[in-house]
């Protein structure tokens, strides 16, 4: 997708070194950060330099190439396995991440103790990861934007659009799509407390792709839809069970409680990639939970252009908690958008479409 008219990834493996957009620095400042090695890499995975489900198991397959590339040829295969172990920890919740980083480890296995070959291999997945989370956004693009009528006002928590894949998007594709096909299309976004996606990114993205767009307090959602001003919800996910209930960046699970009381359809979108098989249902999907001080404190620009850490409004001393992620059953989803078309979220549905 274009920033002022430019093309550019998400993430990117250029040589030994991992292009990143630099996302806390948005929307007030575009930067390409630069990953120099798999540590590296992992610790902006770990701090949201780069976050979104896609973009960082695109990331993480990114790291494991960049680990081939860096291992010694006496201990290669424990080096790899090491910085799998390091790059698996920096996130839990995104199945992506796993997925990324198991991809490369498999190539890499593959060649045996062809080591030159085990390094290319390791470069190819990684590209391919990248690749084909492109492709699988833009497909998700085209089977969701019909359900996109002329006109719609539509509802999108966190940042589910390019910045968090390494192109197009998945809950912000369909409006893309639609959008590019001449519907007019506007969507309220949530601000997404308390890291801020829906305002900083996801405003960023539909102001650069020219889609009207106004950003909403999260609690605003629920008398929205009450309203009838919202008529669709489209959503990413960041795990899927077997049984289709669904995570999702904290506060989803509040506003498809508030979609299904209100009649609004609330879809989500997501390549196949982020279904977890091994996940039966969503009770057994780990959620992160972060720092309180990200509910505690924020950064922003200040009147006179100092960009600071400022506390918000909690006193001093005030115990915060910050679950990051929350489960949305099954039976509040109206489909799952994919990149093989829109299925049920129920168990046949995802078992229709998972990888392998
Ligand atoms: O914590 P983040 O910013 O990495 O959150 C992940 C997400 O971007 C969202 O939960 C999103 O809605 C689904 S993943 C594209």
Request: net charge negative; hydrophobic share 40%; proline share 4%.
């Amino acid at each position: 997708m274009n920033i002022e008219g430019v093309h550019h990834r998400t993430v990117r493996l250029d040589g030994r070194t991992v292009l990143l957009i630099d996302q806390p620095l948005l929307p007030h400042q575009f930067r390409i950060a630069e990953m120099g090695d798999h540590r590296a890499t992992a610790e902006a995975i770990r701090t949201m330099v780069v976050r979104g489900a896609g973009a960082i198991g695109a990331t993480g397959a990114c790291g494991m190439a960049q680990a081939a590339l860096e291992a010694p040829e006496i201990g290669f295969h424990d080096y790899v396995s090491a910085a799998a172990n390091f790059l698996r920890e920096t996130r839990p919740t995104a199945q992506n991440l796993f997925y990324g980083i198991n991809t490369v480890l498999e190539a890499i296995a593959a060649q045996g103790d062809h080591l030159a070959a085990a390094r290319e291999a390791a470069v190819a997945a990684a590209n391919a990861v990248c690749d084909d989370d492109a492709a699988c956004c833009e497909a998700i693009g085209q089977h969701g934007k019909g359900l996109i009528l002329d006109g719609m006002q539509v509802n999108t928590h966190c940042n589910a659009g390019w910045l968090a894949f390494v192109d197009w998007g998945s809950a912000l594709s369909p409006i893309y799509a639609a959008h590019r096909d001449g519907r007019r299309v506007h969507v309220w976004v949530d601000e997404t407390r308390p890291r801020g996606q829906g305002a900083m990114l996801t405003a960023f993205e539909l102001g650069q792709e020219g889609v009207d767009h106004s950003v909403i307090a999260d609690n605003a959602t629920g008398w929205l839809m009450k309203q009838g001003r919202i008529q669709l919800t489209i959503v990413g996910s960041d795990r899927i069970a077997a049984n289709g209930d669904v995570a999702n960046k904290i506060g989803t699970y509040s506003s498809a409680v508030c979609a299904k009381a209100n009649g609004v359809p609330f879809y989500v979108a997501a390549p196949t990639t982020t279904i977890d098989p091994n996940c039966p249902t969503g009770g057994d999907i780990p959620i992160e939970e972060r720092s309180g001080d990200e509910v505690g404190f924020t950064w922003g620009w200040s009147d006179d252009g100092v960009f600071a850490r400022v506390r918000t409004i909690p006193p001093k001393g005030t115990r915060c908690r910050n679950p990051a992620f929350d489960v949305t059953p099954a039976e509040l989803i109206a489909g799952i958008i994919t990149e093989k078309g829109i299925v049920p979220a129920s168990r046949e549905g995802i078992a229709s479409v998972a990888r392998r």
